[in-house]
């Protein structure tokens, strides 16, 4: 397990964009897969991104063409990059880990982003 804390959400216009960064102080990244999830209130969580310890990037359809997920490993940070944004895509949104070839996730805590006029 690695601990993993997210940051950057808040409040963002309608149309705009968001950059979030999810940090693991205590552990390198290097083997794990990385990605970032969200959970909109009365709904299952839903897989936003995924990037593999080789930068294969995979995208969930509702973020395809509008998210990029990208990592520093030197900086042991993870970043999601979502533009046009829509009220639609206000959630609570979580940073996640995998070591490659096991199933064991940790999960960060949590950043909320609300798209709001």
């Known amino acids: 397990q690695v601990q993993l804390v997210e940051s950057g959400g808040g409040l963002v216009q309608p149309g705009g964009s968001l950059k979030l960064s999810c940090a693991a102080p205590g552990d390198s990244l290097d083997r794990y897969e990385v990605g970032w999830s969200r959970r909109i209130p009365g709904k299952e969580r839903e897989l936003i991104a995924t990037?593999?310890?080789?930068?294969?990037?995979h995208y969930a359809q509702v973020a395809k063409g509008r998210a990029t997920v990208s990592r520093d490993n030197a900086k042991k940070i993870v970043f999601l990059q979502m533009s046009n944004l829509g009220p639609e895509d206000s959630a609570m949104y979580y940073c996640h880990a995998r070591v490659v070839g096991t199933t064991v996730r940790s999960w960060g805590e949590g950043t909320q982003v609300t798209v709001t006029s």
């Open positions: 990037l593999t310890t080789f930068h294969f990037e």
